[in-house]
């Protein structure tokens, strides 16, 4: 009998390690690799990397100069356009812009609005190249001549992931808005309405076959039926629905255990109180259910975010705020899709791990707002703890 107990605490313990190996392991695991991506990328990440666009902008525009303020306040100061400018790597770089400055109210080739801001090059003024100015006092002079309007040629550095952050949250947004109601709803039928027999497993067996297709299969029908067939081109709209697709199984069969969680007895006490089988599931299943449908979510913002195949072939790869959802101009890069090309065309790693840094933080906060939408959602129904 002594033999038998030394022998199981012997098990246990043996066990116990092994458990804590594993987990030990994991968390490890998941050490290295976030240590890895922030060692690298964090020093790439700063507020123009952030709020810039990824291309250079080259822009001519016209200048009504200010004849009336000849305050020489300082040595790099620009008195009739009220602008700061300082020589950095051959480059005339505005470096401060006065709250009046005509600079603000440039006007562009089409006649629009162009407000010149801090961090723009001034590279030509009319037919003088200010990349072959040797001193501030050269360009300054260019600058303020005689006219009293000038053509300036105007250059905005890029090196920012702004289109691809843009473009990541627009995915994200029309994905979940045209996939959750499918999905949420059909789980709600497997769960709720449907009886059980060969229809009910067939429906299954596709669900569990569309959950197991690799992601570049759904590229490639999303590429043949969005891109081509129903001519949406490149474009978020075309990427956001083979997401969509791809997402169904994740989203269905998460919300239908959620479902089969929920107690008869809401079920039996709602019909017992004379509610009809759609006001018990809107009013007492789903909001019970909301936990396990925020995990839905929150899985869904993962496998979106963390998408490239499928985007690659649908969505495309140009690094710019799209100008529509589909056509002309609605091609956009995610920023997984912008890590990508990083690493496979320009071998950027140090670009692609400043990247992956922002897609992580990204997901992180993404998540917390949704779980914090849904617990506001259940004080406000009564539901929550």
Same mark, same amino acid.
């Given at each position: ?7 199981? /605490? ?12 594993? *987990? ?29 666009? +990824? ?32 020589? &950095? ?19 562009? =080739? /089409? ?29 300054? *002079? ?25 473009? *990541? ?5 029309? *994905? ?5 109601? !499918?999905?949420?709803?059909? %789980? ?9 027999? =060969? ?7 596709? !669900? ?8 570049? !299969? ?33 989203? !269905? ?23 009809? =089988?759609? &006001? ?32 690659? +072939? ?15 101009? %609605? ?6 899709? /912008?890590?990508? +090309? ?33 617990? =506001? ?9």
């Amino acid at each position: 009998m002594t033999s038998n107990r030394s022998s199981r /605490k012997i098990k246990d313990n043996i066990a116990k390690i092994l458990i804590y190996i594993a *987990t030990s392991i994991t968390i490890l695991t998941l050490l290295v690799i976030l240590g890895f991506v922030f060692y690298r990328g964090l020093p790439g990440i700063n507020r123009e990397f952030l709020t810039r666009m +990824w291309d250079d902008k080259t822009t001519i525009v016209t200048v009504e100069k200010d004849i009336n303020n000849l305050e020489n306040k300082s040595l790099n100061y620009v008195p009739s356009l009220g602008i700061y400018i300082d020589l &950095q790597d051959g480059n005339v770089v505005i470096t401060g812009v006065e709250k009046k400055s005509p600079a603000l109210n440039a006007l562009n =080739k /089409k006649g629009e609005i162009y407000r010149i801001k801090k961090s723009d090059i001034i590279e030509r003024v009319k037919k003088i190249d200010l990349r072959e100015a040797t001193s501030l006092d050269e360009a300054i *002079t260019a600058i303020e001549g005689e006219d009293t309007s000038l053509d300036l040629k105007i250059r905005r550095p890029g090196g920012g992931i702004l289109p691809m952050v843009i473009s *990541t949250l627009l995915i994200i947004v029309i *994905t979940l808005v045209v996939a959750l109601p !499918i999905g949420v709803g059909a %789980a709600i039928y497997l769960n709720e309405y449907a009886r059980p027999g =060969k229809v009910l497993r067939v429906i299954r067996f596709a !669900i569990q076959n569309l959950a197991g297709i690799p992601s570049i !299969i759904y590229g490639l029908f999303g590429m043949l039926f969005f891109v081509q067939f129903l001519k949406m081109q490149y474009s978020v709209l075309a990427g956001s629905l083979t997401l969509s697709i791809m997402l169904l199984p994740t989203i !269905i069969s998460t919300t239908e255990e959620t479902l089969k969680e929920v107690p008869n007895s809401y079920r039996q006490g709602s019909y017992g109180l004379g509610a009809t =089988k759609i &006001q018990t599931i809107t009013r007492v299943i789903l909001p019970s259910a909301l936990p396990g449908i925020l995990v839905a979510i929150i899985l869904s913002i993962g496998r979106i975010v963390g998408e490239s195949a499928a985007l690659i +072939w649908t969505a495309g790869t140009v690094a710019q705020v799209p100008r529509a959802l589909f056509g002309s101009g %609605a091609a956009a890069a995610t920023l997984t899709t /912008k890590m990508f +090309w990083e690493i496979q065309e320009a071998s950027n790693i140090d670009t692609a791990t400043s990247i992956a840094v922002v897609l992580i933080v990204l997901v992180v906060l993404l998540n917390l707002f949704s779980k914090l939408i849904t617990n =506001k959602f259940l004080k406000r129904t009564g539901t929550g703890k």
